[in-house]
């Protein structure tokens, strides 16, 4: 699976906006984009998904650019339990079959009061 | 609906014994993989399994074992514990063909001594 940079940590206020950014430069064109989230003493939880245009869900949204080779998770309006390390996944699913997610360090959110 | 089940919660062993996990699926979720979780490490996948049948495995050396029963639960088995076997055992399950979307256990954290 190709390789995801995200920053180490961000920063944010509680009810205000977090774009959570992600760059895959060496994205292949069947290569999905997964966000998935860990809270503390937690499992990774699923956040969304997409392969080339804009999806929304009711956790988040996904920003995906037109050249693919980046894109921003959107939570709308963070609240104190969006505090959690976010995973930028990229996934190969043309072949089918649950292939192993490959977690980078993913970035840890930190959300102010 | 209840989420994926593993047991126990907490282990501690000793070097050189060998321990078994247990994961319980979603009801109707066929695909079982499993991960290993250090702080050094990351989450890394180990193996997954569909209709008891090990589909794919990570990189990792053969004391990491693991089967899949007819009801879709699993069990993971390491032999011959080493200290650095010490961490947070996940699973995780999806529905037969849903394969982007992992819902995970809490986990069980394994301490070698």
């Known amino acids: 699976d190709a390789k995801t940079t995200q920053p180490n940590s961000m920063e944010s206020n509680e009810e205000e906006p977090v774009h959570l950014p992600c760059n895959h430069s060496?994205?292949?064109?069947?290569?999905?984009i997964h966000w998935y989230r860990q809270l503390p003493s937690q499992g990774p939880e699923y956040v969304i998904h997409?392969?080339?245009s804009n999806v929304n869900n009711r956790m988040a949204s996904l920003a995906i650019a037109e050249d693919r080779k980046s894109s921003t998770l959107i939570l709308h309006r963070a609240t104190l339990r969006d505090a959690a390390v976010y995973y930028c996944i990229l996934r190969d699913d043309v072949g089918g079959g649950a292939d192993g997610l490959t977690f980078g360090k993913g970035t840890h959110l930190i959300i102010q009061p | 609906k209840a989420g994926v089940t593993q047991t126990p919660r907490y282990l501690i062993k000793t070097r050189g014994q060998q321990v078994t996990l247990s994961c319980s699926p979603i009801s109707g979720h066929r695909s079982v993989s499993w991960y290993q979780q250090t702080p050094g490490q990351g989450l890394q996948f180990l193996f997954e399994y569909f209709s008891e049948t090990q589909r794919n495995k990570g990189n990792f050396p053969g004391r990491f074992s693991g089967r899949q029963f007819s009801n879709s639960r699993s069990e993971m088995n390491v032999s011959t514990l080493e200290l650095g076997d010490s961490a947070l055992y996940l699973c995780?399950?999806?529905?037969?063909?849903?394969?982007?979307?992992?819902?995970f256990g809490s986990g069980t954290q394994l301490s070698v001594l």
């Open positions: 060496t994205i292949s064109g069947t290569d999905y």
């Open positions: 995780a399950s999806s529905l037969a063909g849903q394969v982007e979307k992992l819902f």
């Open positions: 997409g392969l080339t």
